[in-house]
């Protein structure tokens, strides 16, 4: 919910509209593996980092004008932000990764290869873009500008990265450079 203007009227103080520009702060779970290096978590989401499972709980509490998020994650307190895909507006690149619902129920349907894909944070052949965002998060907007793009790049650290390519089903049907 955003946060509401204060109007006192006769020692009354009733509630006004939204401030304008201002962020709301969500809660919820997260909608899918993300990975931190110290505080931080990038919108490239390095795999080689610790990893976040999908459907911690998480809060965001605050957003500065750099970017960037402050947010706590089962109790730890973490930075997510766009170190590339800064054209996306921060508050709906948040909004993408907190989800209402877990995703545990919906992780649990699909089959075993999928799950114990998604549980390790991996990419494999048949998956659809939903599993893939759980798997590995979103791809940064800078290099894959729409989810329908029939290769997405992701990276594997800083220095290295992959790609996802998309068969004319929705399904993957290879990954490139994934370690």
Request: aromatic residues 8%; proline residues 8%; glycine residues 6%.
């Amino acid at each position: 919910m955003k946060p509401i203007a204060p109007l006192a009227i006769a020692g009354l103080v009733l509630c006004a509209a939204p401030l304008a520009g201002a962020q709301e702060l969500i809660q919820g779970y997260t909608c899918c593996n993300l990975h931190y290096d110290k505080d931080w978590i990038s919108d490239a989401n390095w795999l080689h980092a610790p990893m976040i499972p999908a459907g911690a709980r998480i809060k965001v509490l605050s957003y500065d004008s750099s970017k960037r998020a402050t947010v706590e994650i089962d109790g730890k307190t973490l930075r997510i932000g766009q170190d590339y895909g800064k054209d996306e507006p921060l508050e709906q690149f948040i909004s993408k990764l907190v989800v209402k619902t877990p995703p545990k129920a919906k992780i649990d349907r699909y089959p075993e290869p999928v799950r114990a894909a998604i549980h390790a944070g991996k990419v494999i052949p048949g998956m659809t873009r939903e599993q893939v965002i759980i798997a590995v998060s979103y791809p940064p907007t800078h290099r894959t500008p729409t989810l329908d793009s029939p290769v997405w790049h992701h990276w594997q650290s800083r220095a290295g990265r992959f790609e996802i390519r998309w068969d004319e089903h929705g399904k993957v049907r290879e990954v490139v450079g994934q370690k």
